[in-house]
């Protein structure tokens, strides 16, 4: 199986690419800083797909995300859903903006697209709005399973390391000094490598 892996931000990058590092591995992996929030994300996945001439067989989306209570910080989480949750416009007028992208992972949780840091407030307006309860907020995911679809129709799996639940009072802060504690993406790739 060959991997497209999107790393938001340099840290995730380098993350990745330090733990895939001295392993033994059933896939192949080409990591690509795909950039922080919507629109680099789809531009760069778009580009990585084109170049490679239909090279990938799935694309990972990696990293850090906050989620809502009931996670833990340091789990790791492989929703089985992707959506935005800033969009505010009917149904059926874009669907492709309203509606939820299927991924392949195996945890009972929605990954929210969004773009900007949310915080608790932000957390319980989406509950409220969608009827959620368990579910991990970036800026990025949902944006690329847009282009993977349009760029080949790969299939999405999106695997992320809780770093903050402002639910509980974590902030841009919090997120920051558990990134710089936590660079060990091992399980992360674990997971991928024993995706079916």
């Known amino acids: 199986m060959n991997y497209l892996v999107l790393a938001p931000t340099s840290r995730e990058y380098r993350n990745m690419n330090a733990s895939l590092q001295g392993r033994e591995l059933r896939h192949s992996y080409t990591v690509v800083r795909c950039g922080v929030g919507k629109a680099p994300a789809a531009a760069n996945t778009a580009l990585a797909i084109a170049r490679a001439g239909g090279e ?13 209570l009931g996670r833990g910080r340091g789990e790791v989480v492989a929703p089985r859903v992707a959506r935005y949750h800033d969009c505010r416009i009917p149904q059926d007028f874009v669907p492709e903006l309203t509606e939820p992208y299927p991924l392949m992972g195996h945890d ?74 936590h660079s060990d993406f091992g399980a992360i790739i674990d997971y991928l490598e024993n995706l079916k």
């Not at 990938?56 to 809502?68: C, M, N, P, Q």
């Not at 709005?129 to 349009?150: H, I, K, N, P, Y």
């Not at 390391?161 to 639910?167: G, I, K, N």
């Open 56 to 68: 990938f067989d799935r694309v990972a989306v990696v990293g850090y995300a906050a989620s809502t």
């Open 108 to 181: 009972d949780a929605v990954v929210w697209t969004g773009d900007s840091f949310v915080d608790a407030a932000m957390i319980g307006e989406v509950k409220e709005r969608f009827g959620m309860t368990s579910g991990l907020f970036d800026m990025e995911s949902t944006a690329v399973c847009q282009a993977a679809e349009l760029f080949g129709d790969l299939p999405v799996v999106v695997v992320k390391m809780v770093s903050d639940v402002p639910e509980e009072g974590d902030n841009e802060c919090s997120y920051d000094e558990f990134v710089d504690s």
